[in-house]
């Protein structure tokens, strides 16, 4: 059973950094591509940055290139996001998942920026 924990949010100011975790459990994580997405208030789900399933391949959405860092333990089925110099608008719900996104979400994780 595909079971996905994200943990890390919280609420931050402006400029601060946030690091969030995301463990996977069952067949979703080894042998894929995995990927950090968010979601604010009103607005679509979008994916933030994925990494391929050694680590050796990233890919970051615009709005974060040069602030994030995704890396991945896949002795532990585990994926991190380090998100620098936090914004404002990077308020939402992150949710990890693979890439492309399957029909398994996790409750996510609330990462809230304060100006």
């Known amino acids: 059973q595909v079971q996905l924990v994200e943990s890390g949010g919280g609420l931050v100011q402006a400029g601060e950094s946030a690091r969030l975790s995301c463990v996977a459990s069952g067949s979703i994580f080894s042998f894929n591509t995995m990927g950090w997405y968010r979601q604010a208030p009103g607005k679509q789900r979008e994916l933030v940055a994925d990494i391929s399933s050694g680590g050796a391949r990233t890919n970051y959405a615009d709005s974060v290139k040069g602030r994030a860092t995704i890396t991945r333990d896949n002795t532990k089925n585990t994926v991190y996001l380090r998100m620098n110099n936090l914004k404002p608008e990077d308020t939402a719900v992150y949710y990890c998942?693979?890439?492309?996104?399957?029909?398994?979400w996790g409750q996510g994780t609330q990462v809230t920026v304060s100006s």
């Open positions: 998942n693979s890439r492309p996104a399957s029909v398994y």
